[in-house]
T-cell receptor
Framework: GAVVSQHPSWVICKSGTSVKIECRSL??????MFWYRQFPKQSLMLMAT?????????EQGVEKDKFLINHASLTLSTLTVTSAHPEDSSFYIC??????????FGPGTRLTVT | DAKTTQPNSMESNEEEPVHLPCNHS???????IHWYRQLPSQGPEYVIH???SNVNNRMASLAIAEDRKSSTLILHRATLRDAAVYYC??????????FGTGTRLTIIP
């Protein structure tokens, strides 16, 4: 149990376009979902926390107008990278939880902006 | 949130036990100790968590020092699939995870 999926697993887009990444909890209802970013050879950095039906809370330094998060249901959250630039190329990972003590992570989405 | 310190890397022979240490000297009384691991090119995977008592699950054991200023993740019989970066984390508000650099575990066949 406790499976989280992400789609797509990898995406290549041109500079200036927008990309949407989906995160789904497949066998549980997630009260909270988290979005992380990981650059090569670095650790994960939390971008934002979202609860179903409310606005996401962004970490300091993360542009909320550039990284749009929608948590429309207890099983789906989306991250849209708007007007993507090459420096946005990264590994984006979501996680979902229904209890405070366990988070279940998706497999990640590798974004390359050309 | 309380900080954790882990060795950058460790090696272990296959089929032997592995003890991964973590120091968290500024831990507060209500902080849980969490361990996650990340295999190459994958999202992290929950391993185990505990508060005061030692904990066991199908993946590992967590030994927590009596003063809670350190803990040890124990993999009882390492396999090649256990090669990963292991993160010891004290979640902020028992929810928000801050990933440090972790310990890169290499398993020697």
């Amino acid at each position: 149990g406790a499976v989280v999926s992400q789609h797509p697993s990898w995406v290549i887009c041109k500079s200036g376009t927008s990309v949407k990444i989906e995160c789904r909890s497949l066998d549980f209802q997630a009260t909270t979902m988290f979005w992380y970013r990981q650059f090569p050879k670095q650790s994960l950095m939390l971008m934002a926390t979202s609860n179903e039906g409310s606005k996401a809370t962004y970490e300091q330094g993360v542009e909320k107008d550039k990284f749009l998060i929608n948590h429309a249901s207890l099983t789906l959250s989306t991250l849209t990278v708007t007007s993507a630039h090459p420096e946005d190329s990264s590994f984006y990972i979501c996680s979902a939880s229904w209890t405070a003590n366990e988070q279940y992570f998706g497999p990640g989405t590798r974004l390359t902006v050309t | 949130d309380a900080k954790t310190t882990q060795p950058n890397s460790m090696e272990s022979n296959e089929e032997e036990p592995v003890h991964l240490p973590c120091n968290h000297s500024t831990i507060s009384g209500t902080d849980y100790i969490h361990w996650y691991r990340q295999l190459p090119s994958q999202g992290p995977e929950y391993v185990i968590h505990g508060l005061t008592s030692n904990v066991n699950n199908r993946m590992a054991s967590l030994a927590i020092a009596e003063d809670r200023k350190s803990s040890t993740l124990i993999l009882h019989r390492a396999t090649l699939r256990d090669a990963a970066v292991y993160y010891c984390i004290l979640p902020f508000g028992n929810e928000k995870l801050t990933f440090g650099t972790g310990t890169r575990l290499t398993i020697i066949p």
